[in-house]
C-alpha cells in the first residue's frame, strides 16, 4: 500500500520521499515511479522505524535539505510477528507501528506547522486498523511482557494510533496550526502484512484474498483520499473508511488516556512532554 499511496501523489506532481528500511525495495520503487512519467517525482530514504536513533537521523537528514513536507503518511507496519522486542526493547508491534510513528511525527511536526497555510493545511494521515476495535491499552505493560499475544499486541498499536491522531488534532486546533491528523482503515487488504499467519491459514487465505480482501491500490485509496482530496481541507481528528468518517472505538474518544498514552510515550523515546 505504501508504493501505491507513493505512486498516486507523485502522478498528482507531488515530491515524494519514501522512506523505508529496504533500500533495494524502496529505489525499485522509485524507478517504477519514473518510468510511469508522472507529474511529480519520488526518490528513497533509509529510516528504520524500529530504532529511535534511525528515526533522529532521517529527521535530521531531512531537515538539512530545506524542503518543506506538506504531507506526512504513516503507513509502515507490521503484523501477528512472534514476541520480540525492537532495537530499543519495545514490544515489536508497539515500537513499530505505534512508537516509530509517534517520535517521526512529533520530530517533523514544526516543519509541516511552517509548510502549511490556513486554506492549505499540511496533512498528517496515520494508517490505523478495524483491529483496533478490539485494542485494549494496558498502560501498566505497554510492551505486553505479562501475557503475550500476537494479535493483542497488534490491536493494541493500532489502537494507539488512534488515540495519538485525536489527541495531536486536539493540540494543534488549540494553538492554531495549520496542520490536520487523521486516521485511516484501509480495510483487508493483500499484502505481505499476512505472511506471518500459521502456513495452513495461510494456504486457506490465497483463495479467500482474491474475493474479500482488497489490492494493494484499493486499500491506499483511502490513505490517498486523507492526504489530497480537495474536501479534507481543514478537516481533522477523523477516522476514515471507504473515504467517508467512521465512528472509531469507544475508549478511542478518552481523552484522559488520550492524554496519559501521549505523557508516556513522550518518555518512552526521551521527548519533553508538552
Not at 509502515?76 to 517521526?104: I, K, S
Not at 473515504?243 to 469507544?250: R, W
Request: with cysteine; glycine share 10%; hydrophobic share 40%.
Amino acid at each position: 500500500m505504501g508504493f501505491e499511496t507513493a505512486r498516486h501523489l507523485a502522478s498528482l506532481g507531488m515530491h515524494v520521499v519514501i522512506a523505508g528500511n529496504e533500500k533495494e525495495e524502496g529505489t525499485a520503487a522509485v524507478k517504477r515511479i519514473h518510468e510511469e512519467g508522472g507529474k511529480g517525482k519520488a526518490e528513497f530514504m533509509f529510516l528504520d522505524l524500529t530504532s529511535l536513533k534511525s528515526v533522529q537521523q532521517f529527521v535530521q537528514t531531512f531537515k538539512a535539505r530545506g524542503l518543506p513536507l506538506h504531507v506526512l503518511v504513516n503507513n509502515a507496519g507490521t503484523m501477528l510477528v512472534p514476541e520480540r522486542q525492537t532495537q530499543d526493547g519495545f514490544e515489536f508491534h508497539f515500537g513499530l507501528n505505534y512508537l516509530g510513528h509517534f517520535l517521526l511525527t512529533n520530530l517533523l511536526l514544526d516543519v509541516l506547522k511552517k509548510s502549511g497555510k490556513h486554506g492549505c493545511c499540511s496533512r498528517v494521515v496515520t494508517m490505523s486498523s478495524a483491529t483496533h476495535y478490539g485494542g485494549v491499552m494496558d498502560m501498566d505493560d505497554l510492551n505486553s511482557k505479562r501475557c503475550y499475544s500476537s494479535h493483542g499486541a497488534y490491536s493494541q498499536s493500532k489502537l494507539a494510533l488512534v488515540l495519538f491522531t485525536y489527541y495531536l488534532q486536539e493540540q494543534l486546533t488549540a494553538s492554531g496550526f495549520p496542520v490536520t491528523a487523521n486516521a485511516v482503515d484501509p480495510g483487508m487488504v493483500d499484502t505481505a502484512l499476512y505472511d506471518n499467519l500459521w502456513s495452513l491459514t495461510q494456504t486457506l487465505k490465497k483463495p479467500v484474498a482474491k474475493l474479500l480482501f482488497r489490492t494493494p491500490a484499493e486499500g491506499a485509496s483511502i490513505s490517498i483520499y486523507a492526504a489530497a482530496a480537495s474536501e479534507m481541507e481543514g478537516v481533522g481528528g477523523c477516522y476514515l473508511y471507504n473515504g467517508k468518517k467512521k465512528q472509531s472505538s469507544d475508549i478511542s474518544y478518552d481523552s484522559e488516556l488520550q492524554a496519559e498514552l501521549w505523557k508516556k510515550s513522550c518518555q518512552l523515546v526521551g521527548l519533553q512532554v508538552a
